[in-house]
């Protein structure tokens, strides 16, 4: 999730990107620097897309309101966590709107559409929370910055703690969506090659999450460590 620290890096990325020569702004230089927030104002990330704007203003604030020397003009677009508009909605705010940066987003399915834009148009593009592990592995640009996890770090790192500790099997939870795939991955790697087994994998659908307890009691009952993922709520024996 994204944090202050996190949103406080974004602000640090933009400066950094202007004073490198990086990052070639459509705009003339003593004019505002136009930004653009796509993120989930509506629907089950809704939260985090206004934790995520209201750190990044704050941090702005705390930084005396300018980037560069540049005051700022925020435009915003609702990516909704809907996938299938993420082209479309990111054009809206780099084609119509024009904006230097764009920020976003939240859901990983949604930030592969803004990855898409970002490469094509080389508009500079921060990722404060997707984890999505392409924007930054065989699909990394220039252009693409990343102040988030990627979302196979945790859990990476988490197999060979749980093997340490005696936990040799494992049910793996995650809703069902790209996050969770990549993140059950990573856990899958990280864990067997210390010497786990992992004796079930359960999908919860995504993002119909009421159905979690229905997928929590087909959970084997042998001593095991259920480690879901997004949820965290493990039954340890």
């Known amino acids: 999730m994204a944090n202050r620290r996190q949103l406080l890096t974004s602000t640090a990325a933009i400066v950094g990107a202007t004073s490198s ?8 230089q003593n004019s505002k620097l136009r930004i653009g927030l796509m993120l989930p104002y509506t629907g089950t990330f809704t939260q985090l897309g206004v934790a995520i704007d209201n750190g990044f203003r704050m941090a702005l604030q705390e930084a005396g ?10 435009f915003k677009v609702d990516d909704e966590s809907e996938p299938s508009k993420g082209v479309e909605n990111a054009n809206k705010l ?48 220039p252009n693409v910055f990343r102040t988030s996890f990627t979302n196979g770090q945790p859990t990476q790192a988490l197999g060979k703690v749980m093997v340490e500790k ?72």
């Open 94 to 141: 780099v084609q119509r709107d024009k904006v230097d940066v764009l920020i976003g987003t939240v859901h990983s399915g949604v930030q592969m559409g803004i990855h898409k834009v970002a490469r094509e148009t080389g508009v500079l593009n921060i990722i404060p929370n997707a984890g999505m592990h392409a924007a930054t592995r065989a699909l990394c640009a």
């Open 166 to 237: 005696g936990h040799k099997k494992a049910v793996w939870i995650t809703w069902k969506y790209a996050a969770g795939d990549e993140a059950g991955e990573s856990f899958k790697e990280g864990y067997t090659a210390a010497g786990g087994t992992i004796v079930k994998e359960l999908g919860l659908p995504f993002p119909n999450v009421e159905k979690r307890a229905t997928q929590l009691l087909a959970a084997p009952s042998s001593k095991s460590w259920g480690c879901p993922f997004p949820m965290w709520s493990s039954k340890l024996y």
């Open 65 to 74: 309101g300018k980037v560069g020397g540049r005051e700022v003009e925020f």
């Open 21 to 28: 020569g990086l990052w070639m702004p459509a705009q003339a």
